[in-house]
């Protein structure tokens, strides 16, 4: 039985071989680049599951070290310092989940029933403003010199982990992935922006957290909610949002 690539051999921005879901047993494998990991344990009896950049998602047969030199060479990409720096600043940002409501569970913890259950009767819109959140911090980095969004990292730096937000999507992070993927693309509606941002899950001793990098765009990208276009910039810790002046006046500077 041939030895497949263990999660600590694939790094992200590297070049592997998979097998598709689609490709299982034809023995057809499909090169890409790796754009995020979907099995958090070091092995897998059937491979590591791998999203690449051009969004096929399946298990890694081979390393780029096993595969023929390719045709065209291709960009260099760094991978993603996965360290949680000390405090939130204009390059990092923490959020404690990517959808659940913790202050309904804090209100049912504190004896107050009927608060939580007005915030739970409430669910769908909560939900979507804290997905929206992620969106408007993503954006902000981009409109900026780009940056690192930490989900399961509570405001003081501390792991609250992903616990809850994994238990919504039946403990799998592929589904956990593909709705934060479907959440960014409602509301930046940027489809080539968003297959630069890279993802990596990461466990540690203290718990698991998720991170979103995103690069310095080349161009402006805007936020759109309920017909609205909005436009947020990075200024220290704080995602900023920008009238249209203002934001015009930014863009002046920062893409010409």
Do not use: W
């Amino acid at each position: 039985m041939v030895d497949l690539p263990t999660n600590d051999q694939i790094k992200i921005g590297s070049k592997v071989a998979i097998e598709t879901k689609e490709d299982q047993g034809t023995g057809k494998l499909t090169e890409g680049i790796v754009k995020t990991k979907l099995t958090s344990s070091n092995t897998h009896p059937h491979g590591i599951k791998v999203e690449l950049e051009d969004g096929n998602v399946g298990r890694v047969k081979k390393l780029s070290s096993d595969l023929s030199s390719p045709s065209k060479t291709t960009e260099s990409v760094s991978e993603i310092e996965i360290t949680i720096p000390k405090k939130e600043n204009v390059e990092n940002e923490f959020k404690s989940t990517f959808q659940i409501d913790l202050k309904e569970e804090f209100l049912r913890n504190e004896g107050k029933i009927d608060a939580a259950n007005a915030r739970r009767n409430d669910q769908k819109n909560i939900r979507q403003d804290l997905q929206k959140e992620i969106s408007i911090t993503v954006s902000a980095f981009a409109n900026q010199k780009g940056g690192r969004l930490f989900i399961g990292v509570q405001d003081d730096a501390s792991i609250l982990g992903l616990e809850r937000d994994l238990k919504f999507y039946d403990q799998s992070k592929d589904k956990f992935n593909l709705a934060l993927i479907a959440s960014l693309k409602k509301f930046l509606k940027n489809n080539a922006f968003i297959a630069k941002l890279r993802f990596e899950f990461v466990n540690t001793q203290h718990g698991e957290y998720f991170i979103i990098q995103v690069p310095k765009s080349t161009e402006p990208i805007y936020l759109h909610f309920s017909n609205i276009q909005e436009t947020y910039v990075r200024i220290e810790n704080l995602s900023q949002k920008f009238t249209t002046e203002e934001f015009l006046n930014h863009c002046k500077d920062r893409f010409q």
